[in-house]
């Protein structure tokens, strides 16, 4: 009887260590879990936020300053005459618009190269001098509609025109001035006004 009484006693003390020690691997398991959880919850707020790139700014090219090499960029396919070239003769401007009320480019070429181009500050053009040099230099460079052979002509081409406009300028010479050649019906008023500044009428 007591044998059996002190076999049950053991039973017990074996049961109570077991109920001890998985007690402990819980509190364990437990508290390691909880010490990893705020880690995670800190590298995920740590992770860096990224936002969308803004255009580059200050590449717009100005139209009073630049030289013909970086007017050349603005460039439209089968323009005739050369876009830098009519912009470079017509300087300086006040803004946008002045390059259609100067006549050195259409509204149409506008709508094109408005968002790549600037005119900056008054103050940042050329002097009076350095635009006289410039647009003496342009002048050198027009084209006599009286003397000039149809190669010639031909640099005063626009997209489209039929039949050739040198040949219809070639064909009703000679010009005594521009609204001549609207009126010998050689040009029209609209063509004249995109190419008047290329063309002169003085004899060689």
Not at 81 to 99: F, H, N, V
Not at 143 to 152: C, Q, R, S, Y
């Amino acid at each position: 009887m007591t044998q059996l009484k002190l076999s049950r006693l053991s039973l017990l003390g074996v049961f109570a260590c077991l109920a001890i020690v998985s007690g402990c691997s819980d509190s364990s398991t437990s508290s390691v879990s909880s010490s990893t959880a705020p880690s995670a919850t800190v590298s995920s707020s740590a992770a860096p936020k990224t936002e969308p790139s803004k255009p580059a700014q200050g590449n717009k090219i100005n139209v009073n300053t630049a030289p013909i090499a970086e007017l050349d960029k603005l460039e439209l396919p089968g323009t005739k005459p050369s876009l830098s070239e009519r912009i470079q003769g017509a300087r300086p401007y006040k803004d946008a618009k002045d390059l259609v009320s100067k006549k050195a480019i259409s509204e149409e070429e506008l709508k094109l190269i408005e968002n790549l181009i600037t005119v900056g500050d008054v103050a940042a053009t050329p002097s009076p001098a350095a635009t006289t040099a410039a647009n003496s230099k342009a002048n050198s460079k027009k084209i006599n509609v009286n003397t000039a052979p149809i190669a010639e002509l031909d640099k005063l081409e626009l997209p489209g025109t039929k039949p050739s406009l040198s040949e219809r300028i070639q064909g009703a010479r000679p010009y005594k001035d521009a609204k001549e050649l609207v009126s010998k019906k050689a040009i029209s008023e609209d063509e004249l006004k995109l190419i008047e500044n290329l063309i002169t009428f003085e004899e060689k």
